[in-house]
């Protein structure tokens, strides 16, 4: 089992319900510590905590998290090169390569 953590909107989980293990999907987090889980079979857990054998009050409730598995927030963040726009402007670009290759040579001034 692993350790209690916060958890965010997306992470993966590993849930039991009834005695039944289920993989889940954090889809909102309801108040600190209790989290709204969405299984992989269409069936929404509310108030899911994280689970604590040593509380027995909090063990007889009927669906726990177990488990953090991961992740899916990354998976948003890919942007595709070809959607970037053309921001190049080729007179900017001459007039850059043509300072590069004065300062190489060292046709430089120093501004004071």
């Known amino acids: 089992m692993s350790k209690t953590r916060k958890l965010k909107v997306g992470d993966q989980v ?3 319900f009834l ?6 999907t954090v889809i909102e987090i309801t108040e600190p510590g209790r989290y709204k889980v969405k299984c992989d079979d269409g069936m929404i ?11 027995i009050k909090h063990a007889a409730k009927p ?7 991961g992740s899916n927030t990354g998976s ?8 970037l726009p053309n921001t190049l402007d ?3 670009l001459k007039k850059t390569i043509e300072k590069q290759k004065a300062f190489i040579r060292g046709d ?3 501004k004071m």
Do not use: M, Q
């Open 14 to 16: 590993l849930c039991r």
């Open 19 to 24: 005695g039944a293990k289920h993989h889940g």
């Open 45 to 55: 857990l509310p108030k899911s905590e994280w689970y604590n054998s040593s509380d």
């Open 63 to 69: 669906w726990h998290i177990h488990e953090y598995l």
């Open 76 to 83: 948003n963040t890919i942007v595709e090169s070809d959607s």
């Open 90 to 92: 080729k007179n900017e």
């Open 108 to 110: 430089h001034t120093k």
